[in-house]
């Protein structure tokens, strides 16, 4: 099938950028989403692109999209301790939606 | 706002328990999905259903059935619970239309000893 990946594990310091990193294999897909997930907690919508976007800010978040390479980031800028939790990234259409394995992301003070 | 809930966050059961999972939606959508959660592998996709009475079998549905009588109801069902469906348990539901993006509960923390 087709697969979804990033990195498991990313930490960093308050106040510093985060950069989390996925690649998807479906060409296919309409929309690329980034969610959130708090401990204990569902998953939440944090943004989403179009497929034919490069790029889309929305705050302290951008999304990144490289179509060619198949390749989704989100940078969140001055991260702050509230922003620790598990990332997931996804594809997805009409038909589908494929997620990642989710980034844990930690934010040291 | 969208609200999907689930009807237990934690639930323990016995190997071999007949076990109910059920989920609600308020936004009259028309997919709803049953995922589980385990560490270092993601969500994966149990069952979903495109409408009352629809129903799909996702990437792992073995061990699993769902139901789904009205529209905002998709319950998952467990027939005869083993160890090994100890997990998280995630229900969504998204509309047909626009951004396709999917709407979860709160998840239900399933403990089957």
């Known amino acids: 099938g087709e697969d979804v990946e990033q990195s498991l594990f990313l930490s960093v310091r308050e106040g510093d950028s985060s950069v989390i990193n996925c690649t998807y294999t479906d060409s296919s897909s309409t929309y690329l989403y980034w969610y959130k997930q708090e401990p204990g907690a569902g998953l939440q919508l944090l943004t989403y692109?179009?497929?034919?976007?490069d790029m889309k800010q929305d705050q302290r978040l951008t999304v990144l999209l490289n179509k060619k390479d198949k390749h989704l980031s989100l940078r969140i800028a001055d991260t702050q301790t509230g922003d620790s939790a598990i990332y997931f990234c996804a594809e997805g259409s009409n038909n589908d939606m494929r997620f990642g394995a989710g980034t844990r992301l930690t934010v040291k003070p | 706002d969208v609200k999907v809930t689930q009807s237990s966050r934690y639930l323990v059961k016995r190997t071999g328990e007949k076990v109910f999972l059920e989920c609600v939606q308020d936004m009259d959508h028309e997919n709803m999905f049953w995922y589980r959660q385990d560490p270092g592998l993601g969500l994966r996709l149990i069952y979903f259903?495109?409408?009352?009475?629809?129903?799909e079998k996702g990437d792992i549905p073995e061990g699993y059935s769902v139901s789904r009588e009205k529209k905002e109801r998709f319950s998952l069902i467990l027939e005869s619970a083993s160890t090994n469906q100890t997990s998280m348990y995630l229900c969504a539901s998204r509309q047909v239309q626009g951004s396709y993006e999917q709407y979860f509960g709160p998840g239900t923390r399933l403990t089957v000893t």
């Open positions: 259903s495109y409408d009352v009475k629809m129903k």
């Open positions: 692109i179009f497929s034919n976007m």
